[in-house]
């Protein structure tokens, strides 16, 4: 599902009068904003629809980690895989940092039987259960893909179509070379540099 559910309802979309349009062009909308969302997604590095998350993380030998997908709305567990044991730090030994996903071990609440003081280093050995991302969706993320899917279907007309669309290079082309868009997720840069996750 795309970050706008309702067309018919965002008062971003007004101006198409989604309602009114044809059962086809209707179909045009909700497949534009299924694939703006997708674009802004994949250029962001994050899931902006809050859901529960389960996340394997490597180890880093520190005492923080952070999750994929911030803000964190609540943490349900972190374990340590080990092979030794499995380890679930109780919640009173860790501090959260939700906007920036920052989970933190309390070292000044050390239990003596704790048997990590720190995220022991290793692949994907940090299991983190939570609820992560936003709702409701940030309103500067609603602009970038109302303007992205209006620009697109006033491209696309009557005889236009979608034919491909490549996440990787963040465009999708027409099928009519005369009206071909070259949707550049990055134009809006302004809005999604404040979202976007640099991953090491």
Known sequence: MGLISSPSNE?????????????????????LIEVGSQLIEAYCNRVFTAADFTEYLDGNGHNEIYVKNPPINSITSVTINSNLVDYVFPTDELTIKPGIGRVNLNLDKTNSLRPFT?????????????????????????????????????GI????????????????????????????????????????????
């Open 157 to 200: 007309g009557e005889s236009g179509n979608v034919v491909s669309e490549k996440l990787g290079q963040y465009f999708y082309k027409l099928k009519d070379d005369k009206t071909k868009v070259d949707k550049n997720i990055s134009q809006y840069e302004g809005y999604l540099q404040y979202y976007k996750i640099r991953r090491v």
């Open 11 to 31: 008062p971003l979309l007004a101006d198409l009068d989604y309602d009114n349009l044809s059962a086809m062009d209707q179909a045009k909308v909700n497949s």
């Open 118 to 154: 720190h995220f022991p280093r290793g692949s994907q050995n940090i299991k983190v259960i939570y609820n992560g991302a936003f709702n409701p969706i940030p309103a500067p993320i609603l602009l970038v893909l109302a303007d992205f899917v209006i620009r697109a279907f006033d």
